[in-house]
């Protein structure tokens, strides 16, 4: 006996392909929206541990701001404090100046030579006075520059002119005019002028 099925058999299946189709694209959607919800879950807690940790560093930038501001407001106080320690030593230094200068000046004046006036502006001295002959200032240069513990130092000649000095009412005699600038060394020059020649001689003694 044969069976004949009058069902429209295609359409039916063609439904049954549609309903599969349709669920498993809703199945799709559905797992697609899981994984892009569990994707961004993900970043939005990646985001939200480095925003803390960028939190957390701009409070340790601003503790470590206000520290450096502290440093630097300690840091300006010791160097004003060793401004005022330098000034006062410079003070009590200076006291004792014009005596050095004086013995200085003396003992290193040669003969012939004749001062007239000494003035002091700051740390250099200018030296005015009348030599018998150019040689006696050179003399005087020499002896300035010669001695490694004067506390005068770099001699320099500022002008010297000739000229007639009346020794009698009838006789005149040929002079130098001259005018010498030199450096009055403060006790701390004086140390470290003297620390260097002890390195060149023991240098120099090496060699």
Known sequence: MIL?????????????????????????????AAIAGGVF?????????????????K????ILD????????????IASLRARQ????????DRNMPVHLINEVVSRLPEGIY????????QNVLLSGVAQSQERVSELLRNLASQSDLWLGSPELVEIVASNANVSEREQRR???????????????????????EKATALSKKV
């Open 4 to 32: 004949i099925n009058l069902l429209p058999h295609r359409e039916a299946a063609r439904e049954r392909q549609k309903k599969q189709f349709y669920t498993q694209l809703v199945l799709s959607m559905l797992l697609g």
């Open 175 to 197: 002079v130098s005019n001259f005018t010498v600038r030199v450096v009055l060394k403060r006790p701390a020059e004086r140390e470290k002028s003297d620390e260097t020649s």
């Open 115 to 122: 001062l007239r006036s000494m003035k002091q502006e700051n």
């Open 86 to 93: 330098t000034a006062v030593e410079n003070l009590q230094a």
């Open 41 to 57: 879950m993900w970043f939005d807690a990646k985001i939200s541990e480095q925003q803390d940790r960028n939190n957390l560093l």
């Open 59 to 62: 409070k340790q930038m601003a």
């Open 66 to 77: 206000t520290e450096i501001k502290d440093i630097a407001g300690l840091q300006a106080e």
